[in-house]
């Protein structure tokens, strides 16, 4: 019993006696321990994966079979001699009562007499016991899903598996490969596709994956070869290609991947956060590399082939200037809007192909695709990684969980090690914080707050403002230069004016934002990135507002090309754009590395600002998406400006910048980068160019669209040549009826509004089930610590009454029987409290959280109980006491007295020392039994009173069969206490002859004293 | 390339592609680098000793390196040497498409450093000490350290049993956008 010495808590006592079981298994583990990695339904010894109540159930099945095979094997196997007992004690000897009856197993009965000193041994045993842990390999291979389903099965077993408790080793092995079948038949039974995954899912090593593969598909194939046919054949040569093609693709893409190596380099150096910039500026390039294939394919090429040469005019010529200003030479080319000619082609033989369709249908069509994909992308990045997001889960484990795996740097390890330890300290601080804030100093911060909220929009507005004057002025420069009609290069240089204000605009005025957060003090970080986020958006939107306004209403109206003007307009801001993004990476991170080593140490070297570049990627993806229908190329400008954004970008970070001090939530803010992509920046875009499409006229003189009300009537045309056509009719009704009708789009909108309605109800019930859930896992929590803390009062009021009636009755009372009368009153208190936890944890929880070890080893404790008790009666019915008889039941309450022991007093290690001191060499069943009751007595007892106890249960040794007899006696009176206190006094007394009778309640007691009286009548 | 193609074999390497979360490419790259790590002495041994593996550039600094090479060993010797499978077997789990419930299962048995199954006080105030540095002056004090200690209690200990279960710390780690994206090695 030693070996408790060491077990730290409630907790851990089952865990620890898998522990010796493990031990006990050793030799054979590896057998076993393969069969067990291989089958997690059928794992019989989730011993050590977290769901402690179960583990402490499991053991139940488990025991029998570890310790009959460590009996069977004990003369094979040369270190399971050793162990045996062990085996046996820390368990808890239960199966000892649950073994068959002994005619079966003479073995046994031979092995358990000749083994009288047991105890001894294994408790010494114990002490010399080393510490053995668990081997990692085997620990936590049972998925959670597994383990769930395991636990079910077990519960319903619960009381009636005592009966089944004498399983043996084949028993065990059986199930765990039935459980294994199943798994296989399950597989067996999914498709193709499905096993792969359903596998590769399995948390295993390896090896069992690959075993659990074997068996898979070696039954596969014996189905498969009883039923083959031509079908199943095909099917499954095609699925085989199939898989094989998608292996390839993915192949494919991986090898095409861009900037594969790079990107690896700075998550090593960065960490994730600021990789998802460069994966943004990735994503976005893709994009655009999409749109300009789009449009150089159905919209350049047919204008090239049929006009290889675009119309120049007379004395224009390219200069140079124009790659800055995109005007001049550019401005007749298929670069813009104008370049391109309304006609239908295809005279001389080649085919025919509307240009005007083509224009619209292709920018209508990449639009549409780039919205779905945004869209996707938005929702699929919510769900996963904002919604589940736990705002109330802000603190340390946040951290925890965001240690970057993938950095490699030891520079940068260090730095995020010491980032990560300030943040810690920093969230500690915070919690003692919030509390302390006074009303005054909290308003003086919402004070600032309203402050710079003010500031911040006031100079957005201010901004869009400058730029609209600045735009007007520009119109009538224009004016006059056209009217001059000479293309000097001063002039065009002097069209960069409202770019360059624009971009600069865009490069100072976030900078200034970020200086807010000297002065504003947010309670968390997060607030003020968000903060910063949306000053830079409303800027950014405002003054590209203002412009969309200036294009749409003062230039549509006063250009005669307008389109080609607007798409200048475009060029240049993205051109400019480019040049400030390099600028800023120059200033804002190049002399600020500078001025932070050389200059103002304190400053020290800069951060690269995720949010500050990515809002730059959305600006500039932002004018290349309203550039799509005046400009078609232009997303070749674009491809190439982000690709060298991409290596400038990576070059300033790596010999400029130190990763962001702030680690984390780099997943939601890629989350909201997407969003804001779509909501102001694509929704505006599209709108901007739908606006154009459907109500604004199209230039009479140049472009695709020339002579026509509005772009949209091309479609109008179209349909009505259609009309004509017979073969065509259903698409003039769809034009007719779906599209140009406002009932379609206004069932349409109702009926997305009903459906938004239901699945925002489904949400709230959800969440209204997930709080139910979560309140429910806490009440279980709740109920456990209740029982524990009901069970310890319960312990220290029963030693106070137990003193007190001993004061009382010390002189009067047979002091042993004094002691035995404690662990049976002891024994039904247990009964009691068992039955209050039977009836909670029989519950099958829903919550699949485990049950604790406490409350499992007061089930094994209420179990052995129950069963020594069914055998003590059995025992006490057969009349005439058969003297191999005796073994088994008082084993079984020496079982009984062990696990009450266990349940309640884990962390008291001077209780378990009694047994080891107090070793009597007498004969051996009594004497265990009474060594239990010593050290009930002891855990019971003051120590000084311990010495009080022993002299008696000495002097009952000589009569030892007496003794076992009295055991029954007690069993009897037990179930007589029910009545009433004072009946604790009958039994005490019944080992004198004449104190029979006491009560009607102890007719039981009464008869075995009885019996035994009759049967050792000659001895006294 | 092809070389390390011819030593693996076609169907060994299709095998490996459907137990793992790798493509073709990875599993043949993570060949060549294993193959490397055993180049000089013996090329017979299958399994590489923990030393050796902690030399790769991506395992250096890792703070968890011995734990990770522990939970993937499969090893008799409990020396945290891998074989190949248990080498693509950490690749696999450190992989971006592998699922959730992988990664948060074996986090889990990386941050439980005494490999009982749960996560008490002592693997909380170790997995801390792993991640803030283990040298005297970068530890945090043992006050804020309890008080760490209890705050992730309070956070993840829904069953109130002073310890964090598997089930309590995937339901953690679900919460936690960033821990797919970093939870990720790549050769």
């Not at chain 1, 104008?338 to 639009?367: H, R």
């Amino acid at each position: 019993m030693s070996h408790y010495n060491n077990t730290g808590g409630y907790n851990n006592t089952a865990y620890h006696d898998s522990d010796t079981l493990e031990i006990d298994r050793s030799p054979s583990r590896k057998s076993q321990s393969q069969s067990h990695h291989s089958n997690p339904h059928g794992n019989p010894y989730p011993r050590d994966d977290g769901a402690a109540g179960e583990r402490g159930r499991s053991d139940l099945l488990q025991l029998p079979g570890g310790v009959q095979s460590s009996y069977d094997d004990a003369q094979e196997r040369v270190p399971w001699g050793g162990w045996q007992e062990g085996s046996w004690r820390g368990r808890d000897s239960i199966p000892m009562g649950l073994l068959p009856p002994r005619s079966e197993s003479p073995r046994w009965q031979q092995h358990d007499l000749n083994h009288s000193g047991y105890q001894i041994d294994q408790a010494t045993h114990y002490d010399t016991m080393p510490p053995v842990r668990l081997p990692s390999a085997t620990s936590g291979h049972v998925s959670m899903r597994f383990r769930g389903s395991r636990k079910m099965s077990l519960f319903p077993v619960g009381e009636a598996a005592l009966g089944n408790l004498g399983l043996s080793e084949d028993d065990i092995r059986n199930e765990m490969e039935n459980e294994e079948h199943n798994l296989v038949q399950e597989l067996v039974a999914m498709s193709t596709r499905d096993r792969i995954k359903a596998i590769r899912d399995l948390p295993m090593s390896f090896d069992d994956k690959k075993h659990i593969r074997g068996q898979v598909l070696a039954l596969k194939s014996f189905k498969k070869s009883r039923q083959l046919n031509c079908f199943s054949d095909c099917s499954t040569t095609v699925s085989l290609a199939f898989r094989r093609c998608g292996a390839n693709m993915t192949l494919a893409r991986q090898t095409l991947e861009l900037w594969r190596g790079t990107m690896k380099e700075v998550e090593g150096k960065f960490g994730t956060g600021v990789l998802s910039y460069f994966k943004f500026l990735k994503w976005l390039l893709m994009f655009n590399i999409f749109s300009f294939l789009v449009n150089f394919g159905f919209i350049t090429i047919p204008q090239l082939i049929y006009h290889p040469t675009p119309d120049i005019p007379a004395g224009v010529s390219f200069r140079g200037l124009e790659i800055l200003t995109g005007a001049g030479y550019f401005s007749h080319t298929v670069m813009y809007y104008g370049g391109y000619s309304n006609k239908t082609q295809g005279t001389g033989g080649w085919p025919e192909y509307n240009m005007q369709l083509a224009y619209f249908f292709t920018i209508a069509a990449y639009m549409v695709l780039c919205g779905a994909a945004l869209i996707y992308s938005m929702a699929s990045s919510f769900r996963k990684k904002y919604v589940l997001a736990d705002s109330g889960l802000g603190g340390a484990w946040q951290l925890l969980c965001s240690w970057d795996f993938s950095v490699t740097n030891e520079k940068a390890v260090r730095q995020r090690k010491n980032n990560l330890r300030i943040q810690l300290k920093e969230s500690l601080s915070e919690k003692v914080q919030v509390a302390l804030l006074p009303l005054t100093e909290r308003l003086k911060h919402y004070g600032v707050f309203l402050g710079t909220w003010l500031l911040s929009t006031g100079m957005a507005l201010g901004c869009g403002a400058s730029v609209y004057f600045l735009c007007q002025y520009d119109t009538s420069r224009t004016r006059k230069s056209a009217d001059k009609a000479s293309g000097s290069l001063l002039e065009e240089a002097a069209t960069l004016l409202l770019p360059f204000v624009v971009s600069l605009i865009n490069l100072v005025v976030p900078l200034f934002y970020s200086l807010f957060k000297k002065i504003e003090h947010y309670s968390n970080p997060r607030m003020q990135v968000y903060a910063i986020i949306v000053r830079n958006v409303i800027l950014k939107m405002s003054i590209l507002a203002i412009l969309c306004y200036y294009w749409m209403k003062d230039v549509a109206n006063t250009f005669s090309c307008w389109e080609s003007i607007v798409g200048q307009a475009l060029y240049r801001l993205v051109i400019m754009d480019f040049l400030f993004v390099m600028l800023g990476s120059f200033f804002g991170e190049f002399l600020s590395n500078v001025i932070g080593t050389k200059c103002i140490q304190s400053l020290g070297v800069p951060e690269f600002d995720v949010a500050r570049n990515v809002l730059d990627l959305i600006y500039a993806q932002t004018l290349a998406w309203i550039g799509i229908y005046f400009s078609p190329l232009l997303p070749v400008i674009q491809i190439i400006k982000f690709f060298i954004l991409f290596y400038l970008k990576k070059v300033s970070l790596t010999q400029n910048c130190q990763p962001p001090r702030r680690a984390g939530r780099a997943a939601q803010m890629q989350t909201i980068f997407i969003a804001i992509l779509f909501f102001p920046s694509f929704v505006g875009a599209l709108s901007m160019v739908a606006y154009t499409v459907w109500t604004l006229p199209p230039s009479d003189k140049c472009g695709p669209f020339r002579g026509l009300n509005t772009t949209f009537s091309a479609i109008q045309i179209w349909m009505d040549d259609l009309n004509g056509v017979d073969a065509f009719q259903w698409t003039v009704w769809i034009y007719q009826h779906v599209i140009r009708s406002e009932i379609f789009y206004f069932l349409v909108s109702l009926i997305i509004l009903v459906f938004i309605y239901i699945f925002r109800q489904i949400t709230q019930g959800r969440q209204l089930l997930i709080i139910l859930l979560r309140q429910q896992i806490v009440n279980e929590g709740k109920d456990k610590a209740f029982l524990l803390e009901k069970l310890q009062t319960l312990q220290k009021s029963k030693q106070n009454k137990q003193k007190k009636k001993k004061q009382v009755r010390k002189r009067q009372e047979n002091e042993s029987s004094t002691g035995m009368q404690q662990a049976l009153i002891a024994r039904q208190r247990l009964e009691q409290e068992n039955g209050d936890s039977s009836s909670s944890f029989g519950v099958p929880m829903p919550s699949g959280h485990s049950v604790s070890t406490t409350s499992s080893a007061m089930m094994q404790a209420m179990l052995a109980r129950q069963y020594a008790e069914d055998q003590d009666v059995a025992s006490y019915r057969g009349v005439p006491f058969p003297a191999d008889q005796t073994p088994a039941s008082s084993s079984a309450l020496i079982q009984a007295m062990q696990a009450r022991q266990r349940a309640e007093s884990q962390n008291e290690d001077e209780f378990y020392r009694a047994p080891v001191q107090s070793q009597n060499p007498v004969n051996a069943l009594p004497s265990a039994m009474i060594q239990v009751m010593q050290a009930r007595q002891r855990a019971e007892s003051e120590q000084e009173e311990d010495e009080f106890y022993r002299a008696p249960i000495h002097s009952e040794h000589p009569v030892s069969s007496t003794s076992s007899a009295m055991i029954q006696v007690m069993q009897a009176r037990q179930r007589a206490e029910e009545e009433e206190s004072e009946c604790y006094r009958a039994p005490a007394s019944s080992q004198h002859p004449d104190a029979s009778g006491t009560g009607s309640a102890l007719i039981q007691a009464m008869l075995a004293r009885q019996q035994v009286e009759e049967e050792y009548g000659d001895r006294y | 390339m092809g070389t390390t193609a011819s030593q693996l074999g076609k169907d060994l390497l299709s095998e490996y592609q459907e137990l793992t979360f790798l493509t073709k490419q990875e599993i043949l790259l993570a060949h060549k680098r294993f193959s490397e790590l055993l180049s000089k002495e013996d090329r017979n041994l299958t399994s590489v000793p923990m030393e050796k593996v902690l030399s790769l550039p991506e395992l250096k600094s890792n703070p968890f390196r011995k734990r990770i090479c522990h939970v993937f060993s499969t090893s008799d010797m409990k020396d945290g040497s891998l074989t190949f499978e248990d080498f693509l077997d950490l690749l696999s789990a450190f992989s971006d498409s592998a699922t959730l419930e992988i990664k948060s299962h074996y986090a889990f048995r990386i941050f439980d450093f005494d490999d009982d199954g749960t996560l008490d006080g002592g693997d909380l105030e170790k997995l801390v000490n792993c991640l803030t540095g283990e040298t005297e002056d970068t530890r945090l004090t043992p006050e804020e350290m309890r008080q760490l200690i209890s705050n992730i209690l309070e956070e993840s200990d829904i069953d109130k049993d002073g310890t964090v279960n598997l089930s309590e710390f995937q339901h953690v780690i679900s919460r936690s956008p960033d821990f797919v994206s970093s939870f990720k090695i790549v050769l």
